[in-house]
């Protein structure tokens, strides 16, 4: 076992490398998702792995927790060279992965839970052993939990807690965190980056992946930037700020780009609501309130931005406009007409389009074609289908259309859905939802997961269809989307709706404390964005 | 009177108990995720294997034994097509009872008519003899009294275990499991080979103890009966213990009223499998999902595509 | 080791085509092998005595006949089978479907045809014996789109459900107190039998009927969204009840005609219901299965199951050999077709 020495920024501090990857490559088809990548993290720091969506951080991760095979290269973990690697080997060797996606069982306990994990590194204890060993953590690092509960009763929050008690608990020297903030309000991740120095501080090695520049900073001591596959470079947190790393992750500084600029403009004026929901009420699918007595309007030309951490009633807020989810209370009236109780499909017919959260499991189906699955919201209407027979020629020639038109890279109109990209997948629902000549446009976290080329792609259509008139009800978890696109803002807290208020009338600190308490700040007062009733003669 | 209610509550036992044995396997399969539909082929194939066995070994104990064997490799069928290849367990699992079926009529032909090697032998609970109702409970055969004692190992196990708790874990979210550094492919090979060789001994329970004596279409349905049982006892081997006595009771109704009821007596058979549309349909409208329900991976092929 | 296995990869690879072709047959081989030596092991058949009993059956007009008569029960139901799994709704009942579709068509022909023209006779028929397969088929669709209710358990016990039943008609109410002992009911009359050609090029016209539906029509394109994907299906408004309950009541319907045909082609009269059918409901899931459920496939796979059932017989009375021990065969081609797909999977990556 070699320890390597090396200066540390701190003042010539001897650091033992936890983690040393060589040269590691990763192939997908039509992809090369790692490309030479050289990883070094000592023991004891927090270490951001930083990129955009698509950059290749889970995959190298995903590796160094042996989940994924690597093509080539080399990986050292405290000196030791790594061959044939897996997640038991790893658990054993004590790295723990805490992933996007909770890798908890909701039916089972919080200790089942932590039971789980401990017996699958090679460890023996018994269920009293558990308790002590968590309540020492408890202390240590003021993680608190309760054994006995369900996982589907904890919040996102604790959820998180777990999987890091657990880790404790297997006695996990390195720790990787795979955008753990994502389910976290903001208050909540300060206290996550507490608890991260507090690990660093015992000689735990953490590993930080996100693709928000300014966590990185906060949370990191060093941070290695990676872009499109390949490391762009190492930097301490001394050196770096947010234009050198803004520069590392896009390559070119990011201005605000014109596109954005102009957003906030409206194209038409217009003082008739397209929508207008009032005192709506919504059950979720626990049967508790999700929506509570919710009510707003949409106007035409502009884009209402609805953010909230998740879970707060966005998504059945969503469902009951498009007509998945069953109102309980309210109305909801569309250019004059009580659209509350109609199905899906009319509200299809009346020009409301959605473009839903997961797009593998709505938005697509499997086992259809591109062409077929473009044809999703049209197949029982001229040209496409006469007296009940469907005229396939028009649909795969419309198809072609489309396919050109969004730049949908796809083996043929007639391939299945499923041999597309995330990235082209978004697109086909993009396109079709675009060309159904939607007055509406209901998009939920429509840009998750996707690289800042298709996301742009995106905006520019939303803007484009505001502009010739329609409406946009944009209700996303990222903040920045929703700041640069939306006329309106309103914030979901607790099923309850705060504002909207006007764009120029907020900033990014005020949403933030909206998000986060549900209540305005005492000093600040804002308009809320009605129309000018003055004008009405 | 009293006598009577004795004889239904030995009987229940009895005609409940090959399908216990054919339940708890399932549970542990569709725990683990994996549903087979194969229940009455591996129960048919044990039940003829049984026969064949018994006879040419000379003992109904390595009859059934042998059984139970024939039936678990069958049920690796099924476990490689499910579990390894990642087929339809749907379809899979039909196949198996079509094949099941077949094997019990090329095995069993030859015995037709004749008793084999049945078991006889039989335990008496003295301390229940004297009570009235209970003492149904006593006289039983080995087999039954080794059944009830396996529903409770099997559900200790389940609960209080960490190959329980692996075996429940797969069954909600084996990408978990395989995070975790479990292997789901050998978690749900073993409770399907498991499931395969408790069918088969509940086959060779009918054969040996019941009938005893092979004929075609013997098991009539049990297999199938089994499945609506784990639903109904939700996947608990405890609770599937009361459910298959209650079902092998209602099997013996039939019996019991058919001197009052002339031809219609015919349709009493079909009063179980009624039983289980109703109760299904009933349990559906109450669903407490989150605690009581099927394992979210049921069916499922992992990894998934 | 590792350039072998990569050398035998390439060569699989560039073979792709034309090996998933000849997968089927090689597939029903091995099952042909493995039956046969079942059969030698068990009963000293050798394949000499095995193909010999195929004589019958392979050159002589009336073994055609046979194989074809048989074929009726397994096509009608396959065909209406095609359809329900396409939208993913597993429809194991379609033998009481069959049964119940015999019942009541034949209950038309024996009790009502007497006095009707034989075209209103037949029609009749034919509507009773779709009806009541269709309803038969109808409850485990509203369980299903209203409760959630797995339809392979409601599906499967109505089976049985529908055994009792058409056993105790034919015991009790419509048993024919001529026949000395046996269970049986009356004949059907003369002009409600059908010849089996007819019989034929009725299920082969519902066959195409079901293959336009299933790949021409808005119907036939909302079932396969709903196979594909329940839940994009409910995002762009197909209702799931509703089409659960047309695609079940068709594939009842048709079922239930299948059941009609044993007792006007086959057998001329009703006899308790293990005798009126070996399984063929069955024994139809696999023929749509081995079809990959395009409905005209399944004339050519209902045939050759209705040839093996046939042959299964004449096992029996030739050589004493159960005749359902033919389904190991069955089922083993079953396991074919399900190994299949993972495995076509597979070779499209390499």
Same mark, same amino acid.
Not at chain 2, 203 to 232: D, H, M, Q
Not at chain 3, 193 to 220: C, E, H, K, M, P
């Given at each position: 076992?070699?320890?390597?020495?090396?200066?540390?920024?701190?003042?010539?501090?001897?650091?033992?490398?936890?983690?040393?990857?060589?040269?590691?490559?990763?192939?997908?088809?039509?992809?090369?998702?790692?490309?030479?990548?050289?990883?070094?993290?000592?023991?004891?720091?927090?270490?951001?792995?930083?990129?955009?969506?698509?950059?290749?951080?889970?995959?190298?991760?995903?590796?160094? @927790?042996?989940?994924?095979?690597?093509?080539?290269?080399?990986?050292?973990?405290?000196?030791?060279?790594?061959?044939?690697?897996?997640?038991?080997?790893?658990?054993?060797?004590?790295?723990?992965?805490?992933?996007?996606?909770?890798?908890?069982?909701?039916?089972?306990?919080?200790?089942?839970?932590?039971?789980?994990?401990?017996?699958?590194?090679?460890?023996?204890?018994?269920?009293?052993?558990?308790?002590?060993?968590?309540?020492?953590?408890?202390?240590?690092?003021?993680?608190?939990?309760?054994?006995?509960? @369900?996982?589907?009763?904890? $919040?996102?929050?604790?959820?998180?807690?777990?999987?890091?008690?657990?880790?404790?608990?297997?006695?996990?020297?390195?720790?990787?965190?795979?955008?753990? %903030? $994502?389910?976290?309000?903001?208050?909540?991740?300060?206290?996550?980056?507490?608890?991260?120095?507090?690990?660093?501080?015992?000689?735990?090695?953490?590993?930080?992946?996100?693709?928000?520049?300014?966590?990185?900073?906060?949370?990191?001591?060093?941070?290695?930037?990676?872009?499109?596959?390949?490391?762009?470079?190492?930097?301490?947190?001394?050196?770096?700020?947010?234009?050198?790393?803004?520069?590392?992750?896009?390559?070119?500084?990011?201005?605000?780009?014109?596109? @954005?600029?102009?957003?906030?403009?409206?194209?038409?004026?217009?003082?008739?609501?397209?929508?207008?929901?009032?005192?709506?009420?919504?059950?979720?699918?626990?049967?508790?309130?999700?929506?509570?007595?919710?009510?707003?309007?949409?106007?035409?030309?502009?884009?209402?931005?609805?953010?909230?951490?998740?879970?707060?009633?966005?998504?059945?807020?969503?469902?009951?406009?498009?007509?998945?989810?069953?109102?309980?209370?309210?109305?909801?009236?569309?250019?004059?007409?009580?659209?509350?109780?109609?199905?899906?499909?009319?509200?299809?017919?009346?020009?409301?389009?959605?473009?839903?959260?997961?797009?593998?499991?709505?938005?697509?189906?499997?086992?259809?074609?591109?062409?077929?699955?473009?044809?999703?919201?049209?197949?029982?209407?001229?040209?496409?289908?006469?007296?009940?027979?469907?005229?396939?020629?028009?649909?795969?020639?419309?198809?072609?259309?489309?396919?050109?038109?969004?730049?949908?890279?796809?083996?043929?109109?007639?391939?299945?859905?499923?041999?597309?990209?995330?990235?082209?997948?978004?697109?086909?629902?993009?396109?079709?939802?675009?060309?159904?000549?939607?007055?509406?446009?209901?998009?939920?976290?429509?840009?998750?997961?996707?690289?800042?080329?298709?996301?742009?792609?995106?905006?520019?259509?939303?803007?484009?269809?505001?502009?010739?008139?329609?409406?946009?009800?944009?209700?996303?978890?990222?903040?920045?989307?929703?700041?640069?696109?939306?006329?309106?803002?309103?914030?979901?807290?607790?099923?309850?709706?705060?504002?909207?208020?006007?764009?120029?009338?907020?900033?990014?600190?005020?949403?933030? @404390?909206?998000?986060? %308490?549900?209540?305005?700040?005492?000093?600040?007062?804002?308009?809320?964005?009605?129309?000018?009733?003055?004008?009405?003669? | 009177?009293?006598?009577?209610?004795?004889?239904?509550?030995?009987?229940?036992?009895?005609?409940?108990?090959?399908?216990?044995?054919?339940?708890?396997?399932?549970?542990?399969?569709?725990?683990?995720?994996?549903?087979?539909?194969?229940?009455?082929?591996?129960?048919?194939?044990?039940?003829? +294997?049984?026969?064949?066995?018994?006879?040419?070994?000379?003992?109904?104990?390595?009859?059934?034994?042998?059984?139970?064997?024939?039936?678990?490799?069958? +049920?690796?069928?099924?476990?490689?097509?499910?579990?390894?290849?990642?087929?339809?367990?749907?379809?899979?699992?039909?196949?198996?009872?079509?094949?099941?079926?077949?094997?019990?009529?090329?095995?069993?032909?030859?015995?037709?008519?004749?008793?084999?090697?049945?078991?006889?032998?039989?335990?008496?609970?003295?301390?229940?003899?004297?009570?009235?109702?209970?003492?149904?409970?006593?006289?039983?055969?080995?087999?039954?009294?080794?059944?009830?004692?396996?529903?409770?190992?099997?559900?200790?196990?389940?609960?209080?275990?960490?190959?329980?708790?692996?075996?429940?874990?797969?069954?909600?979210?084996?990408?978990?499991?395989?995070?975790?550094?479990?292997?789901?492919?050998?978690?749900?090979?073993?409770?399907?080979?498991?499931?395969?060789?408790?069918?088969?001994?509940?086959?060779?329970?009918?054969?040996?103890?019941?009938?005893?004596?092979?004929?075609?279409?013997?098991?009539?349905?049990?297999?199938?009966? +089994?499945?609506?049982?784990?639903?109904?006892?939700?996947?608990?081997?405890?609770?599937?213990?009361?459910?298959?006595?209650?079902?092998?009771?209602?099997?013996?109704?039939?019996?019991?009223?058919?001197?009052?009821?002339?031809?219609?007596?015919?349709?009493?058979?079909?009063?179980?499998?009624?039983?289980?549309?109703?109760?299904?349909?009933?349990?559906?409208?109450?669903?407490?999902?989150?605690?009581?329900?099927?394992?979210?991976?049921?069916?499922?092929?992992?990894?998934?595509? | 080791?590792?350039?072998?296995?990569?050398?035998?990869?390439?060569?699989?690879?560039?073979?792709?085509?034309?090996?998933?072709?000849?997968?089927?047959?090689?597939?029903?081989?091995?099952?042909?092998?493995?039956?046969?030596?079942?059969?030698?092991?068990?009963?000293?058949? =050798?394949?000499?005595?095995?193909?010999?009993?195929?004589?019958?059956?392979?050159?002589?007009?009336?073994?055609?006949?046979?194989?074809?008569?048989?074929?009726?029960?397994?096509?009608?139901?396959?065909?209406?089978?095609?359809?329900?799994?396409?939208?993913?709704?597993?429809?194991?009942?379609?033998?009481?479907?069959?049964? #119940?579709?015999?019942?009541?068509?034949?209950?038309?022909?024996?009790?009502?045809?007497?006095?009707?023209?034989?075209?209103?006779?037949?029609?009749?028929?034919?509507?009773?014996?779709?009806?009541?397969?269709?309803?038969?088929?109808?409850?485990?669709?509203?369980?299903?789109?209203?409760?959630?209710?797995?339809?392979?358990?409601?599906?499967?016990?109505?089976?049985?459900?529908?055994?009792?039943?058409?056993?105790?008609?034919?015991?009790?109410?419509?048993?024919?107190?001529?026949?000395?002992?046996?269970?049986?009911?009356?004949?059907?009359?003369?002009?409600?039998?059908? =010849?089996?050609?007819?019989?034929?090029?009725?299920?082969?016209?519902?066959?195409?009927?079901?293959?336009?539906?299933?790949?021409?029509?808005?119907?036939?394109?909302?079932?396969?969204?709903?196979?594909?994907?329940?839940?994009?299906?409910?995002?762009?408004?197909?209702?799931?009840?509703?089409?659960?309950?047309?695609?079940?009541?068709?594939?009842?319907?048709?079922?239930?005609?299948?059941?009609?045909?044993?007792?006007?082609? #086959?057998?001329?009269?009703?006899?308790?219901?293990?005798?009126?059918?070996?399984?063929?409901?069955?024994?139809?899931?696999?023929?749509?299965?081995?079809?990959?459920?395009?409905?005209?496939?399944?004339?050519?796979?209902?045939?050759?199951?209705?040839?093996?059932?046939?042959?299964?017989?004449?096992?029996?009375?030739?050589?004493?050999?159960?005749?359902?021990?033919?389904?190991?065969?069955?089922?083993?081609?079953?396991?074919?077709?399900?190994?299949?797909?993972?495995?076509?999977?597979?070779?499209?990556?390499?």
């Amino acid at each position: 076992m070699s320890i390597l020495k090396s200066q540390h920024a701190n003042g010539g501090e001897y650091k033992r490398i936890a983690v040393e990857m060589k040269g590691i490559v990763k192939r997908f088809p039509g992809i090369v998702a790692n490309d030479n990548i050289d990883l070094t993290v000592y023991e004891g720091e927090v270490h951001g792995l930083l990129g955009e969506n698509g950059a290749g951080k889970t995959t190298l991760m995903n590796i160094l @927790y042996g989940q994924l095979k690597l093509d080539s290269g080399e990986i050292y973990l405290w000196g030791e060279r790594v061959s044939s690697w897996s997640p038991k080997k790893a658990l054993q060797r004590g790295i723990v992965m805490v992933a996007q996606h909770f890798r908890l069982i909701p039916r089972l306990t919080v200790l089942e839970n932590i039971m789980l994990g401990v017996i699958g590194s090679g460890k023996r204890i018994s269920r009293h052993q558990l308790s002590v060993k968590v309540k020492e953590i408890e202390e240590r690092y003021g993680l608190k939990v309760n054994l006995d509960n @369900y996982v589907w009763q904890l $919040t996102a929050g604790e959820k998180q807690r777990v999987e890091l008690i657990r880790a404790l608990v297997m006695d996990a020297r390195l720790i990787i965190l795979d955008e753990p %903030t $994502t389910v976290l309000t903001p208050i909540e991740s300060k206290t996550l980056f507490k608890i991260l120095r507090k690990l660093a501080g015992e000689k735990k090695t953490i590993i930080f992946i996100t693709h928000k520049l300014w966590e990185a900073l906060e949370a990191c001591d060093r941070i290695t930037v990676l872009r499109k596959g390949r490391k762009v470079g190492t930097l301490d947190r001394e050196s770096a700020s947010q234009e050198v790393l803004t520069h590392m992750m896009f390559g070119q500084a990011i201005e605000d780009i014109a596109l @954005y600029r102009n957003s906030h403009r409206k194209s038409c004026e217009s003082d008739k609501a397209v929508l207008s929901v009032r005192d709506l009420w919504v059950k979720s699918d626990k049967g508790y309130w999700a929506v509570r007595g919710v009510g707003f309007e949409v106007y035409r030309c502009e884009v209402l931005g609805i953010v909230g951490i998740a879970g707060n009633g966005q998504e059945e807020l969503v469902e009951a406009i498009v007509g998945l989810r069953k109102k309980e209370r309210g109305v909801i009236v569309k250019d004059g007409l009580d659209i509350t109780n109609l199905s899906v499909r009319e509200l299809i017919l009346r020009g409301i389009s959605y473009v839903p959260e997961d797009r593998l499991e709505r938005g697509v189906a499997r086992g259809l074609s591109v062409a077929e699955n473009l044809a999703l919201k049209s197949y029982w209407k001229p040209p496409f289908a006469r007296k009940h027979l469907v005229n396939w020629e028009q649909i795969h020639r419309h198809a072609e259309v489309l396919v050109g038109r969004f730049q949908i890279k796809a083996p043929g109109v007639k391939a299945p859905v499923e041999t597309l990209s995330g990235g082209n997948i978004q697109r086909l629902i993009l396109a079709r939802e675009l060309t159904v000549g939607p007055q509406l446009l209901v998009a939920h976290n429509p840009t998750f997961g996707l690289d800042l080329k298709s996301t742009i792609e995106f905006h520019k259509e939303i803007l484009a269809l505001v502009e010739r008139g329609g409406s946009v009800i944009l209700v996303t978890e990222e903040l920045e989307e929703a700041l640069a696109l939306s006329n309106r803002i309103a914030v979901m807290f607790d099923g309850m709706m705060l504002g909207p208020f006007k764009r120029d009338e907020v900033n990014r600190e005020l949403i933030g @404390y909206l998000m986060t %308490t549900g209540r305005l700040p005492e000093r600040k007062k804002v308009k809320l964005a009605v129309p000018d009733r003055s004008r009405e003669s | 009177m009293i006598e009577g209610v004795e004889w239904f509550v030995r009987t229940s036992i009895e005609y409940g108990t090959p399908l216990l044995l054919a339940a708890l396997g399932e549970v542990y399969s569709e725990r683990s995720g994996v549903l087979n539909l194969g229940l009455e082929g591996l129960m048919a194939l044990g039940a003829a +294997a049984a026969v064949a066995f018994s006879i040419a070994t000379g003992s109904p104990w390595c009859g059934m034994v042998l059984a139970c064997l024939l039936a678990a490799l069958l +049920a690796l069928v099924h476990a490689i097509v499910s579990v390894i290849l990642r087929g339809n367990q749907i379809v899979s699992g039909l196949a198996l009872t079509i094949i099941g079926i077949g094997l019990s009529s090329i095995v069993g032909s030859n015995y037709v008519g004749l008793r084999g090697n049945p078991i006889t032998s039989v335990i008496e609970i003295h301390a229940l003899n004297r009570i009235p109702v209970l003492s149904g409970l006593s006289g039983l055969d080995p087999v039954a009294y080794f059944t009830m004692v396996t529903a409770i190992v099997l559900w200790l196990v389940l609960f209080k275990t960490s190959v329980g708790l692996k075996i429940r874990a797969t069954g909600e979210d084996p990408s978990v499991v395989e995070a975790m550094g479990h292997s789901v492919r050998t978690i749900r090979f073993l409770t399907v080979v498991f499931g395969g060789a408790m069918a088969g001994l509940a086959g060779s329970y009918i054969t040996l103890v019941l009938s005893p004596g092979w004929y075609e279409g013997i098991v009539a349905g049990r297999g199938w009966l +089994a499945l609506g049982i784990v639903i109904f006892a939700s996947w608990s081997p405890l609770r599937a213990l009361l459910v298959a006595y209650l079902f092998g009771g209602l099997m013996q109704l039939r019996f019991v009223l058919a001197p009052y009821l002339g031809v219609g007596g015919v349709l009493l058979k079909g009063l179980p499998y009624v039983l289980v549309i109703v109760i299904l349909a009933l349990l559906s409208v109450e669903s407490m999902r989150k605690k009581i329900g099927a394992p979210e991976s049921l069916g499922k092929p992992y990894p998934p595509g | 080791m590792r350039e072998l296995s990569s050398i035998a990869r390439k060569a699989v690879g560039s073979h792709r085509k034309a090996l998933s072709y000849t997968m089927p047959v090689i597939a029903t081989l091995i099952a042909f092998l493995i039956y046969s030596t079942l059969l030698y092991m068990s009963y000293g058949i =050798d394949i000499g005595k095995l193909l010999n009993s195929w004589k019958d059956t392979l050159f002589t007009v009336g073994g055609w006949k046979r194989s074809l008569t048989r074929t009726l029960p397994i096509l009608m139901p396959a065909v209406g089978l095609t359809l329900a799994f396409r939208m993913g709704f597993w429809n194991i009942g379609a033998e009481g479907q069959l049964l #119940m579709g015999l019942l009541a068509g034949s209950g038309v022909a024996i009790f009502l045809a007497e006095r009707l023209p034989q075209a209103v006779a037949l029609l009749l028929m034919f509507i009773a014996a779709f009806s009541t397969g269709a309803l038969w088929a109808l409850l485990p669709a509203y369980l299903r789109g209203r409760l959630n209710v797995n339809e392979v358990l409601t599906t499967l016990m109505l089976n049985y459900v529908a055994a009792s039943v058409f056993d105790f008609v034919v015991r009790g109410p419509w048993r024919d107190p001529s026949a000395y002992g046996f269970i049986k009911s009356p004949p059907l009359p003369e002009k409600t039998r059908l =010849d089996v050609l007819i019989g034929f090029s009725l299920a082969a016209l519902f066959a195409a009927a079901v293959y336009i539906l299933q790949n021409y029509t808005v119907f036939g394109f909302e079932v396969r969204v709903v196979g594909s994907s329940y839940e994009v299906a409910r995002a762009i408004g197909i209702s799931y009840i509703k089409t659960a309950i047309k695609v079940m009541a068709m594939s009842g319907g048709l079922a239930g005609i299948g059941g009609l045909l044993i007792s006007t082609v #086959m057998t001329g009269v009703l006899m308790e219901s293990a005798r009126m059918t070996p399984g063929y409901g069955y024994t139809a899931i696999i023929a749509a299965w081995l079809a990959r459920l395009n409905p005209v496939a399944t004339v050519l796979s209902s045939f050759f199951l209705g040839f093996i059932t046939d042959v299964g017989v004449l096992l029996e009375t030739v050589y004493r050999v159960p005749a359902s021990s033919i389904m190991v065969f069955e089922g083993m081609l079953l396991l074919a077709v399900v190994v299949s797909e993972p495995l076509e999977k597979k070779l499209k990556a390499l």
